[in-house]
């Protein structure tokens, strides 16, 4: 039984696709969520499919085996916190969250080696509290920065009901995911326009410039991705031209952004490497500039 802990977008997602592919799994509700609306609602193509989907709350559960945490970064505390009765060092914790540094949060619940990465590109978007939208088929790769092996709980039905497989290098998967976040979120939000909009002529030097910087980084860290990056971010630009990014998302819903996490996180890592990141921390201003992190202070 895999349990989903978050109903958001990505959570709803996957619980579909598990119950679809007749995989045991439950998703982790908040408190005061309709426990009796059973129909869940998945919008692929435009077409409807309802799902019947177990629903519960973290309070209810007891001994999860096998945990998927699909909360935003900023929660990952709170929400590990709100299930901790029902997981111990056995419980294998799969996290979704953009961003990286958060096995260290995660190692208080559980042991390291049961802590498992999960790094998504599919799109989807809640209509609302049940109902949500397959929007882009993207793929899921997971990975352990502890093992190389596939688990046995990773079966191949359950890969292929997400797209799923196994990578024996998980670091350099979120590590690109981080560089292509950390440029594309930030600015997508402070100029408040679709991903293809950074290949506009007044916007294109500084992606470029952000993404040599991130290329040293990428070599300081010995990173085997560090060679395509260019053209890996200029393509995800190019196949996400319409997407509004997830940060921009979260500005104009006056909601937390994962700025700390993505470009926080990446900026620690190269203060601690001594490299200089000019047009990063310029970034990092910018965004705080406009968005202060008080709600009252925002535009
Ligand atoms: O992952 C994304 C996000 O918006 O968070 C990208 C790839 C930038 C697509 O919008």
Redesign the pocket.
């Known amino acids: 039984m895999i349990s989903i802990l978050g109903a958001g977008a990505i959570g709803q997602l996957l619980a579909h696709k598990l119950t679809e592919a007749s995989i045991e799994c439950q998703l982790i509700v908040k408190p005061g969520h309709d426990l009796d609306a059973k129909q869940w609602q998945l919008v692929q193509q435009g077409q409807p499919t309802y799902h019947e989907i177990k629903t519960i709350t973290a309070s209810d559960c007891d001994e999860i085996r096998h945990l998927w945490v699909c909360v935003k970064s900023h929660q990952l505390q709170s929400a590990l916190q709100s299930i901790s009765h029902a997981i111990d060092d056995k419980t294998s914790v799969v996290l979704f969250q ?1 961003g990286m540094g958060h096995d260290k949060l995660a190692q208080k619940y559980t042991d390291s080696k049961n802590i498992y990465f999960a790094s998504n ?1 599919h799109g989807a978007f809640k209509q609302s509290s049940q109902v949500v939208e397959h929007a882009g088929e993207g793929r899921i790769r997971f990975g352990s920065l502890n093992k190389e092996t596939q688990p046995d709980w990773l079966s191949e039905n359950m890969l292929s009901a997400i797209q799923g497989s196994w990578t024996e290098d998980i670091k350099s998967v979120l590590w690109q ?1 981080l560089f ?2 950390a440029i ?2 930030p600015l997508t939000a402070i100029h408040q326009c679709k ?1 293809g909009d950074l290949l506009l002529p007044e916007m294109k030097p500084m992606v470029l410039a952000l993404i040599n910087e991130n290329q040293q980084l990428a070599k300081a860290l010995d990173l085997p991705i560090a060679d395509g990056l260019k053209s890996k971010v200029l393509d ?1 630009i190019g196949s ?1 031209a319409n ?1 509004q ?3 921009l998302q979260d500005v104009k819903q006056g909601t937390t952004t994962e700025i700390d996490s993505i470009n926080g996180y990446l900026l620690d890592v190269a203060t601690d490497l001594g490299l200089p990141m000019p047009y990063n921390w310029r970034l990092w201003s910018q965004f705080h500039i406009k968005y202060p992190p008080l709600k009252e202070l925002r535009e």
């Open positions: 953009n590109t995911k292509i976040n594309v979120n991903n995800v996400t997407n990014s997830s940060m």
